[in-house]
């Protein structure tokens, strides 16, 4: 082996590295597949060989471009590592939303450092070399796992997020009281991100339905910023546009206080102290009158 | 670093009528891939058609750019989809007046700029007569 | 699908709506609906916006002229088919499409022309049906 990292500078031993991979490539894919495959920490249907193999290719010849073009060893920064960190990313998102489990993540890129080992030691080099060599790898190998485990926390986070969406959403309960009227009773406190997903809701469920009246009840909340209020109209103001009507039931005093001071023309919405009141006037709206058609409810 | 990477950008034409159709498409196409909800897709796309629009028609033809966006410096890190209105058109006299008319008689006359400021979290606009216009707009995913 | 395309259910026709709507479609819409509106002796229309993940201000502009025509050639009309990121998009633009009525669905369409003639007829000036008070 010639002149590699005898030199002691990190660009010879980017240069021995890079030579190491172009000389022992496949024999270190095919070790370092076969540690991922075996290993405890692999599970189920990512033990399929071909994508592993196929995914250790692409980072191994990631890995050895971007020590190439670098010159670089012992850190992964730069524009020249950045397929490499992509790579890495990519497969430590998708474990996060897969539900890997940590060590499976990290488990990965350790047999990727113990594959170099073998190929450097099958390389029968002197002690000093050989240490040279295998520190750097384990130098490069670290920092690819911490940026892998950001990646994979970000997306465990990511995950959670988004279920505590789905939980809100779900506590969005909405009624079918009566042929054409859903009602949306809303218990608890109603902050700006909630009056969102329950103004979403409202109208999905009126497609669902087909309703012809949304009734809104918010007498189980306590108080109404005036952020909410606006949401409550636009829900409102929504409702109409889709062809429907949205009667608000249950509001307060301070709430109707809230209202009246964002200045909002009392006359567009429509409002009823209770939500039996409400009740009693959607179906007023949805029956047909003597006409045989729909009146107009007044 | 952040960890969402490979955010590429891209440059659409905004020459004829027919580019703002497909402006919309691939807005709509690179809001879902960043992971943006159904309502959100749909207030970037709407703006990105009312802003292609113009730039089509008053702007003298443009160009759009489609870039993903990360924030770290809040307390949650963000992503956002930017887009990005290019041309070297006219550009518009009376800003304030643009940004505060709005669809005065509600049929369309006036660039509708404040409507379009109001779909998006972000919204940015120089203009210099007679030299272009550049708006730039932005909406973070939500995350709960 | 550019333009529209018109089907005659009854005495109501329903002309639904394709998204890729530009400038020279958007005439041909309002040409395409008028003719049919003569040639049906003024049934009510129902322009079915379903198919549309957007309504900017330009498709506000063409529903809302549409419309006008229609009126003006003597037959009723009501938009329906809104999705609800479309409503809440509109709301969040300003642009409430005063004046047009609206429905969920086509059969609710259809109930809201019937209500729409029987208000002209007993001379409402701007029937805005619906309106729960």
Known sequence: ?298 | MTGFIGAESETLPLMITSDVVHARRRVRERAMAVGLDLVSQTKIVTAASELARNTVIYGGGGQLHIDVVTDDTSVRPRVGLRITFVDEGPGIADLDRAMTGGWSSGTGLGLGLPGSQRLVHEFDIASTPGQGTRITAVLWRRDP | MSRVHIVQVGSVLVATLGDELDDESALGLQTDIGERVVRSRGAGVLLDISALDIVDSFICRVLGDTAKVVRVLGAEVAIVGMRPAVAITLVELGLPLDGVTTALTLDAGMAALTRIAAARKRGDASPRTGTLR
Request: net charge negative; aromatic share 2%; glycine share 8%.
């Open chain 1, 1 to 298: 082996m010639t002149a590699h990292g005898a030199d002691g500078s990190d660009t010879g031993r980017a240069r021995s590295l890079v030579d190491l991979i172009d000389r022992r490539g496949s024999e270190i894919l095919t070790s370092w597949v076969q540690l991922q495959v075996t290993s405890d920490h692999v599970h189920g249907a990512s033990r399929d060989q071909v994508t592993i193999t196929e995914r250790s290719e692409a980072v191994l010849g990631a890995l050895r471009e971007g020590l190439a073009t670098s010159g670089r060893a012992h850190d992964p920064v730069g524009p020249e590592f950045e397929p490499l960190r992509a790579l890495i990313a990519d497969n430590a998102r998708r474990g996060a939303r897969q539900g890997a489990a940590p060590e499976e993540i990290a488990h990965g890129l350790f047999a990727l450092r113990d594959a170099l080992f073998g190929a450097m030691q099958a390389e029968d080099l002197e002690s000093g070399a050989l240490n040279d060599a295998a520190v750097t790898s384990a130098q490069l190998i670290d920092a690819l796992a911490l940026l892998s485990f950001d990646v994979y926390v970000r997306g465990r986070e990511e995950v959670i997020l988004r279920q505590n969406q789905q939980l809100m959403e779900l506590s969005t309960p909405v009624v079918r009281l009566w042929d054409g009227i859903v009602a949306v009773p809303l218990v608890g406190t109603l902050d700006s991100a909630r009056a969102q997903v329950v103004m979403e809701t409202l109208l999905q469920s009126i497609v669902d339905e087909h309703a012809q009246v949304a009734i809104l009840d918010i007498t189980g909340v306590p108080t109404v910023d005036t952020l909410v209020a606006q949401h409550l109209l636009k829900t409102v103001t929504a409702t109409r546009l889709m062809g429907a009507d949205c009667i608000i039931s249950g509001i307060r005093p301070q709430t109707a206080q809230t209202i009246v001071q964002l200045g909002i023309d009392l006359a567009e919405i429509v409002t009823r102290a209770t939500l039996a009141d409400a009740l009693v006037t959607a179906i007023a709206r949805v029956t047909p009158g003597p006409d045989g058609d729909v009146t107009a409810g007044r």
